[in-house]
């Protein structure tokens, strides 16, 4: 999915350390914030990650969160060619499908409970837009950021469709990484994990973890809880490396469904502008210039049938924008969410 913002803000990401209460980091809850996604009957998400307070959890680098959209209102996901460097995409629908098209040839279906991995290192371009069928759509994107030694890889696409697995209180599905003993096939760069967890109503589940990974959950639904720390719909809470195990409720009478995201802190300082991962501003200017010369690096998308064959990419500022700075982190429980920041 495409960054459609007319400004992005251009973000310098470094790891920040985990806050700690006691002998256990403290739970951070990120709230996100509203971003149409194209023109005036545009789809809007709910963008978590980057934001000032925390700009990675492991390698992840950018959460979208999307619908329930009636498509009939919403006009669905209609998004055309445009760039990325640097990052893989993952792509997880919970309903609906969508086209995806890239200029690496290849042309498939994004459906529920099966996972995308879209690897863009030296540049890739792609399209997404929902099926014809598609009455509600709902899901995530995800950008995942290449380390040094694997971002200019080469373009590729990965299909993996994960099998439930049963634990007490809960049914999960593992598309990246290693969680409950099961591993999925896909291939990473850094250490990772990703599961779709639903949650039995009133179920509380200790979801035991590697120590080593920063852990992140989105919640899909509302009555979540992590760590006893409540977690609203679309929220994101955040708890740093050293638990062995993650405590997780749901305090609602229906089934509640959130993604787990995590992995090793990611020690490579990043800059992030529109869809481009790069390490300077420099870099950030070539890669919009290779874009809007229509070169080599990002190649074409085949097949998009849409009425604008490539996004152009937003005007850079004027001046170097200085990096984002990152506030302390609190050394006890938050009293409140976190505010979303622009």
């Excluded at 992005?8 to 709230?31: F, M, N, W, Y």
């Excluded at 995409?89 to 409970?113: C, I, K, Q, Y």
């Excluded at 049963?166 to 896909?186: C, N, Q």
Aim: hydrophobic share 35%.
């Amino acid at each position: 999915m495409s960054n459609v913002e007319t400004r992005p803000v251009e973000t310098e990401c470094e790891h920040q350390p985990a806050p700690q209460s006691g002998g256990r980091p403290v739970v951070e809850v990120l709230t996100a914030r509203d971003v149409p996604l194209g023109g005036p009957r545009a789809m809007t998400v709910r963008r978590t990650l980057p934001q000032r307070r925390r700009s990675l959890i492991g390698a992840w680098c950018f959460a979208d969160h999307y619908g329930p959209d009636d498509v009939a209102s919403s006009g669905g996901m209609d998004v055309p060619p445009h760039p990325h460097t640097g990052l893989q995409t993952v792509s997880w629908l919970f309903a609906g499908d969508v086209e995806h098209r890239d200029s690496g040839g290849n042309h498939a279906l994004v459906r529920p409970g099966e996972m995308n991995l879209m690897t863009g290192g030296r540049g890739i371009c792609h399209s997404e837009v929902s099926t014809p069928g598609t009455e509600v759509l709902h899901g995530v994107q995800l950008w995942v950021a290449l380390p040094e030694h694997a971002r200019d890889a080469p373009r590729d696409l990965q299909h993996h469709v994960p099998a439930p697995l049963r634990i007490d209180g809960a049914t999960v599905r593992v598309f990246l990484g290693t969680l409950l003993g099961h591993t999925s096939p896909v291939r990473t760069f850094t250490p990772l994990v990703g599961a779709e967890l639903t949650l039995d109503p009133g179920a509380v589940v200790a979801l035991d973890v590697d120590p080593t990974f920063e852990h992140g959950v989105l919640a899909d639904t509302a009555g979540l809880s992590m760590e006893g720390t409540p977690l609203g719909r679309a929220d994101l809470g955040f708890i740093g490396p050293g638990p062995t195990t993650l405590s997780l409720a749901n305090g609602d009478n229906q089934p509640g469904r959130l993604l787990l995201l995590g992995g090793t802190p990611f020690e490579e300082d990043i800059l992030m502008w529109w869809n481009f991962v790069g390490r300077s501003h420099e870099e950030i200017e070539r890669f919009r210039a290779d874009w809007q010369a229509g070169t080599e690096r990002f190649g074409s998308v085949e097949g998009y049938q849409g009425p604008v064959q490539r996004l152009p990419a937003p005007e850079l500022p004027h001046v170097r924008i200085r990096p984002r700075q990152n506030p302390a982190p609190p050394t006890t429980p938050p009293t409140s969410p976190t505010t979303p920041t622009a």
